[in-house]
């Protein structure tokens, strides 16, 4: 029975998916609850419009969430895709509106997204990685207003070489800086089975990542699948349990009302 705090829907301009079906699949998947994680990536250099109405957003999520009180929890959360100069606008929507959790995420690295070619121009691929982590430390710098850290190594997705050359302990400073600064901040990190989906083998971030977040201290770890459609709810997972024990949870962590509720496995 466990949750998939970590979703998209039509308000996301990377899916079409209507929010009932996302509902709905997690019903028939049996998960105790969920929470929509809506991009807002403002000033997102693609061609794709990362923004939504959050009047509307909030209308259609509440009436599902009657809809569904029977059924299973849902959350009204976002994904904040973070560059340090919107830090106030940020500041002043999550102080606004009432969400249940908020993720913050590094989409774009200094005007570019990791997810087309153009970032990796004229870079080693381990350069590329390296800057990607950086800017989770610049971030870090500014924002404080989020509750989790969402898919800590986006970037291994569309790296030349994916994850083939990636591993830790290539990175293992710069992580463990990040780690550690998330921890002080009293803030939690995600297990994202989208990795699977994508072909890694791995969740993002690697299990390796999990279990150096729970060494140095770290206890709020959420889950969820980075569903963009029905079919990809709650990816992968027959696998959760084993991947959180291994790292040594024994728990998982939902946000309500932007506080932490514990979970045992």
């Known amino acids: 029975m ?82 340090p100069h919107l830090k106030e606008r940020y500041a002043a929507l999550t102080a606004q509106w009432d969400f249940d959790q908020v993720i913050a995420s590094s989409h774009v690295v200094h005007g570019f997204d990791p997810y087309y070619p153009q970032f990796y121009i004229g870079k080693t691929e381990r350069e590329a990685y390296r800057e990607y982590f950086e800017s989770i430390l610049e971030n870090l710098a500014v924002f404080e207003d989020f509750d989790v850290y969402g898919h800590i ?52 971030p690697t299990e390796e990542i999990l279990k150096r977040y729970h060494e140095l201290g770290g206890e709020i770890l959420t889950t969820g699948a980075d569903a963009h459609l029905p079919g990809h709810v709650a990816y992968d997972y027959p696998k959760l349990a084993g991947l959180l024990k291994a790292a040594g949870f024994g728990y998982y962590t939902v946000f309500q009302k932007r506080k932490p509720v514990f979970f045992p496995i």
């Open 2 to 83: 466990f949750w998939d705090t970590h979703m998209h829907c039509r308000f996301s301009g990377d899916s079409d998916a209507d929010p009932n079906e996302m509902a709905l699949a997690a019903a028939q998947k049996g998960l105790a609850g969920i929470c929509f994680t809506d991009h807002i990536d403002w000033d997102y250099p693609g061609p794709t419009p990362f923004s939504f109405d959050p009047d509307e957003y909030f209308r259609t999520l509440s009436a599902l969430r009657s809809q569904y009180k029977e059924k299973l929890f849902i959350g009204i959360g976002v994904e904040l895709g973070l560059q």
């Open 153 to 204: 190594d986006y970037v291994v997705r569309y790296g030349p070489n994916k994850n083939r050359d990636y591993s830790y302990e290539k990175y293992k400073d710069i992580i463990d800086e990040i780690l550690r600064t998330l921890i002080a901040m009293g803030k939690g990190i995600e297990i994202n089975m989208a990795g699977f989906k994508y072909g890694l083998l791995h969740p993002n």
